[in-house]
T-cell receptor, first 112, second 112 residues
């Protein structure tokens, strides 16, 4: 069966520090991958999606970036975190692009 | 731009009773998909039910069913025989192509 992992589960970072969140999927090949952010009390906002290795589409301009160095690995990065980057980050995958998505456990990021 | 509105920030239901969560959306398209996701305290997003706009028949998954009113752009979720484990945030989502949008969520409390 397929599983999706995210780490770390919780992260506290100072403003201006770099960020790297990792997401990996097991049990499937060539998944479509997504990064979402959920601000407190809000719905999900799609940040990036990838339909294949090295292919990244950005939905929202910001100081975050994403990379897909391997088929089942999706990384969310930032060179300098802002206070507004605080939130809950969810990674998801799907078999068909933007069809039924399966979400990971999420990473709670607090920028101080 | 397509928007998804969940007008009920919070709802409560007695165990074993039925509850309906509301969702409306704004689109000028005729072909799209609608979803309900559940986010329990663990924060992981879980797909509850999915509806294709071209299908007139309402989707059903065990105790969960939807009332899809395409002309009214309404997509409500009915939970029958509510269980304590149903307590969670519920998010309505709209997708057309690469455009995926989520509502702000409804927090459901189940009273024993």
């Amino acid at each position: 069966s397929q599983t999706i992992h995210q780490w770390p589960a919780t992260l506290v970072q100072p403003v201006g520090s770099p960020l790297s969140l990792e997401c990996t999927v097991e049990g499937t090949s060539n998944p479509n991958l997504y990064w979402y952010r959920q601000a407190a009390g809000r719905g999900l906002q799609l940040l990036f999606y990838s339909v294949g290795i090295g292919q990244i589409s950005s939905e929202v301009p910001q100081n975050l970036s994403a990379s897909r160095p391997q088929d089942r690995q999706f990384i969310l990065s930032s060179k300098k975190l802002l206070l507004s980057d605080s939130g809950f980050y969810l990674c998801a995958w799907s078999v068909v692009a933007f069809e039924t998505q399966y979400f990971g456990p999420g990473t709670r990021l607090l920028v101080l | 731009a397509q928007t998804v509105t969940q007008s009920q920030p919070e709802m409560s239901v007695q165990e074993a009773e039925t509850v309906t969560l509301s969702c409306t959306y704004d689109t000028s398209e005729s072909d799209y998909y609608l979803f309900w996701y559940k986010q329990p305290p663990s924060r992981q997003m879980i797909l509850v039910i999915r509806q294709e706009a071209y299908k007139q028949q309402n989707a059903t998954e065990n105790r969960f069913s939807v009332n899809f009113q395409k002309a009214a752009k309404s997509f409500s979720l009915k939970i029958s025989d509510s269980q304590l484990g149903d307590a969670a945030m519920y998010f309505c989502a709209y997708r057309r192509g690469n455009d995926m949008r989520f509502g702000a969520g409804t927090r459901l409390t189940v009273k024993p």
